[in-house]
Structures are given as structure tokens and as C-alpha cells.
């Protein structure tokens, strides 16, 4: 199946910035819809952001949008999500998955492959 890697996620101080990366080795990863969803302790997973497979189309959930700018470079096989003016709040795994299902960009039951996730913290 097709297998995506998180990377990029620490430790860093409220309004400061982060960037994590989810790369794959997958030949037609240029092709695929892309996600980014995020899991706190003891909440459900939600979603952060999407893009499309050119990247011309993207989507945000309110909470960040504004902050949180979503980016691809098919050539290195990897989508980006780069959070900027970070808050306690969106501490959290965050994790990315290929939309699989003609759904809303929002819905997670739209994705699959699901990779292992990266911790983001945001301290006071």
C-alpha cells in the first residue's frame, strides 16, 4: 500500500513557527489529493488542510487558516504544512493521508493511508 512518513515536528514556543513534512516513495504520488490532519490527547482527529495534486487548489480549516500555509513539491515527492504564529492549541500529532474517496476536502472518511504522525508541541 502506499506508506507515508511525518517528519519535522518539536518543540516550539507560542507564536513561534514549524514546518513538518510528509514525503512518500510512491511513483504516482504526483497524482494524489493531499491531507493534513491533526490529533490533541484526548480529542478526536480533525482536519487541518488540503491540497491538490498541482497544488492550485487548497483548503484550510478556520482555526488555522491565516496561520498555516499548505505546500507540495511533487518533484521531492512531499507535501508541507508550515505553521506560523503558533498557539498552545495546536499541539497535537499531525498527520497526513492521501484523499481516496470523492468527498469534501474536509471529511475524513475521504482519506486513507494514513501515515504514523509527527508531535507538535506549543508551549506558553
Known amino acids: 500500500q502506499v506508506q507515508l512518513v511525518e517528519s519535522g515536528g518539536g518543540l516550539v514556543q507560542a507564536g513561534g513557527s514549524l514546518r513538518v513534512s510528509c514525503a512518500t516513495s510512491?511513483?504516482?504520488?504526483?497524482?494524489?489529493?493531499m491531507g493534513w490532519f491533526r490529533q490533541a490527547p484526548g480529542k478526536e482527529r480533525e482536519f487541518v488542510a488540503y491540497i491538490n495534486w498541482a497544488g492550485v487548489i487548497t483548503d484550510y480549516a478556520d482555526s488555522v487558516k491565516g496561520r498555516f500555509t499548505i505546500s507540495r513539491d511533487n518533484a521531492k515527492k512531499t507535501v508541507y504544512l508550515q505553521m506560523s504564529s503558533l498557539k498552545p492549541e495546536d499541539t497535537a500529532v499531525y498527520y497526513c493521508?492521501?484523499?481516496?474517496?470523492?468527498?469534501?476536502?474536509?471529511?475524513?472518511?475521504?482519506?486513507?493511508?494514513w501515515g504514523q504522525g509527527t508531535q507538535v508541541t506549543v508551549s506558553s
Open positions: 493521508a492521501v484523499k481516496i474517496r470523492p468527498s469534501t476536502t474536509r471529511e475524513i472518511q475521504g482519506y486513507g493511508y
Open positions: 510512491e511513483r504516482t504520488a504526483s497524482t494524489y489529493n
